[in-house]
Nanobody, 126 residues
């Protein structure tokens, strides 16, 4: 199984930026895996944010973040990043990364993910 650790969360003012990181260890030799970011705000259901396959050739974004967030990866470091620009108070949540096979391409389906990190908290103040 793959062990995932998120980092990079914190407190930021509206309009600011943060870059989250998700580092994988353990079984990291699956070249056909996808990595996804989900978030859960207080009192809300967990929701899909973004996903990327390990080669970086395919990406998906939730409509609410499509023009502001960028998902990327550094395969040599077994790390996936989420660059968040133009942050808004409604982006406040705990952000989690997960991994699953890339086929079929169903990045928003939580039940397909096999491993999850512990989460990193993002707070955006107005």
């Amino acid at each position: 199984q793959v062990h995932l650790v998120e980092s990079g969360g914190g407190l930021v003012q509206a309009g600011g930026s943060l870059r989250l990181s998700c580092v994988a260890s353990g079984r990291t030799d699956n070249n056909f895996a996808m990595e996804g970011w989900f978030r859960q705000a207080s009192g809300k259901e967990r929701e899909f944010v973004a996903a990327i396959n390990w080669s970086g050739s395919r990406r998906s974004y939730a409509d609410s973040v499509k023009d502001r967030f960028t998902i990327s990866r550094d395969s040599a470091k077994n790390t996936v990043y989420l660059l968040m620009n133009g942050l808004r108070p409604e982006d406040t949540a705990v952000y989690y990364c997960g991994t699953r096979p890339s086929f079929p391409w169903e990045p928003s389906r939580e039940e397909g993910y096999e491993s999850w990190g512990q989460g990193t908290r993002v707070t955006v103040s107005s």
